[in-house]
């Protein structure tokens, strides 16, 4: 997935594939139900970071980490 011609650096390049899944898996029904909630969250206050996400997701009584919330966030 890495292009020597691209005009992004290759460090550049790894950053934008690192996070794409390694294979298609399908996602748990407990993984869509907090996309939803963070989807629930992220569109009235797009400003809001990955803690304040979080601590609205535990206010919400779902538990989430932060890494599993950036992933879900960046496959949804």
């Known amino acids: ?3 020597q011609e691209d005009p992004l650096s ?3 390049q790894y950053e934008r ?3 794409l899944p390694q294979t298609s898996t399908t996602l748990s029904e407990k993984d869509r ?3 939803r909630q963070i989807d629930e ?3 009235p206050w797009p400003f ?3 803690r304040k996400i979080r601590d609205e997701l535990c206010s ?3 538990s989430a980490g932060r890494d599993r ?3 879900l966030r960046l496959i949804g």
């Open 41 to 43: 969250i992220h569109m």
């Open 60 to 62: 919400r009584v779902f």
């Open 33 to 35: 139900v907090l996309m």
């Open 1 to 3: 997935m890495i292009d």
């Open 10 to 12: 290759v460090t550049q």
């Open 48 to 50: 809001c970071g990955s």
């Open 69 to 71: 919330m950036r992933r």
């Open 17 to 19: 594939v690192r996070f």
